[in-house]
């Protein structure tokens, strides 16, 4: 069984037994009956949810998951429920396990509640049996508290412009600039009117090339129609794109099929030249690859491509891809994949730099640079420190 049938299982399975635990703790603060049944709708809610993510992926119904529902689902079952709520059950766990110790070793009298506590307990739920049940369900209203901030949060991005200095960049191109756009993962959480106002500003940047390094679909192939129109907005003479890996999940042939049959420049493992300000620029695309040393070879493979005299721009999903192109000689690299670590603490500590060399930003190792995008869409619906994005570069020459 595979590590991701083993957590997609093992959510609802751990879900069912945090609830039970959280269940068992206010039956002991003896809380309101309305606390049980507040915390049971708030489960049933998100297990209901992922019940119909799954049906809705395997194809056994055919409507589409609400984003919301989506957004809570994956809140809950890849942030709040591994980093909050199964911590504080084993926490809790242990302390009342050390307690329970020390007065077995102790042995002393139970202390009677005091006529105060007695006072409060008939009059209603006292103020630190509201502070421990609020502590109990915390993971469960951080997961809905969340969600309602990522419904605003998905639909935003903004516009990062970023200068490149380039020792090896023809003078001819000085100030040449680049709409880079990548990850827009078409689908539960970017759709509707938000394509519109991707193309928009997009083409609104008015770049001399219009780069997009993959995963232009999150997971479903039905999603590509409405994908395919937004890039039919944007593209044009300066227009080039590769795949992600998101865009294979479903049926990557199919992917590869449909973008060909609208006519936009899809560059596997291939290259394509273009005239800027009379200057030849040669894009360079690579396929997804996971595998790192398989990645190289296929640098390797469209390096062996470049025409002398050209202006060469390696496009690569994923950013460690930048090693192997500075090894060769490659001036500039453009990438997506990361998010720009999604979730992020500040600027360099957080998911980024742990998972990833290179994650947000330009990144210069020799006379090359790389170009790190953290997307213009969203696949997860919570981002921190690391805001959706298109990048409008300007290329100029580096003075010595």
């Known amino acids: 069984m595979s590590i991701f049938a083993l957590i997609f299982l093992g959510i609802p399975v751990l879900s069912l037994f945090w609830w039970a635990w959280a269940h068992w703790r206010f039956s002991k603060k003896q809380v309101h009956a309305g606390w049980h049944v507040a915390l049971a709708l708030g489960m049933a809610v998100i297990l209901g949810g992922y019940v119909w993510v799954y049906l809705s992926r395997t194809g056994a119904i055919s409507i589409p998951v609400d984003s919301q529902i989506y957004a809570l689902v994956l809140l809950w079952g890849l942030l709040f429920l591994p980093l909050v709520a199964l911590p504080s059950l084993v926490g809790s766990s242990l302390w009342t396990s050390l307690v329970n110790l020390k007065r077995f070793m102790v042995r ?111 997971n479903s192939i039905v999603d590509l129609p409405p994908a395919l129109e937004m890039l039919r907005k944007i593209h044009g003479p300066g227009f080039f794109m590769i795949e992600g890996n998101h865009d294979l999940i479903d049926d990557g042939y199919a992917f590869r099929r449909e973008v060909q049959a609208a006519g936009l420049p899809l560059l596997l493992d291939e290259s394509a030249s273009i005239q800027i300000r009379g200057v030849p620029v040669q894009i360079l695309g690579i396929k997804w690859d996971r595998q790192e040393e398989r990645m190289n070879l296929r640098i390797d493979h469209v390096a062996k491509m470049r025409r002398a005299g050209a202006f060469p721009i ?87």
């Open 108 to 218: 002393p009298g139970l202390p009677s509640p005091s006529p105060v506590e007695n006072a409060q307990q008939e009059a209603g739920m006292t103020r630190r049996q509201i502070l421990g049940s609020l502590a109990i369900a915390c993971p469960l209203l951080a997961t809905y508290g969340t969600s309602l901030f990522t419904l605003r949060q998905i639909q935003e991005f903004h516009i990062r412009r970023i200068t490149v200095p380039l020792a090896g960049l023809p003078a001819g191109l000085e100030g040449m600039t680049i709409a880079h756009l990548t990850d827009t993962h078409v689908g539960k959480f970017t759709h509707g009117p938000l394509l519109q106002k991707l193309a928009d500003a997009t083409t609104g940047l008015k770049a001399d090339l219009i780069l997009f390094t993959g995963d232009l679909i999150d």
């Open 314 to 400: 390696l496009l690569a999903h994923h950013p460690h891809a930048f090693d192997r192109a500075a090894e060769l000689g490659i001036p500039l690299t453009l990438a997506g994949h990361t998010h720009g670590g999604q979730l992020m603490v500040t600027d360099h500590i957080g998911a980024g730099p742990v998972l990833f060399r290179y994650w947000s930003g330009l990144y210069r190792k020799a006379a090359s640079a790389l170009v790190v995008s953290n997307g213009a869409g969203n696949w997860f619906p919570l981002r921190t420190h690391s805001p959706a994005e298109i990048i409008h570069l300007t290329l100029t020459r580096e003075v010595a």
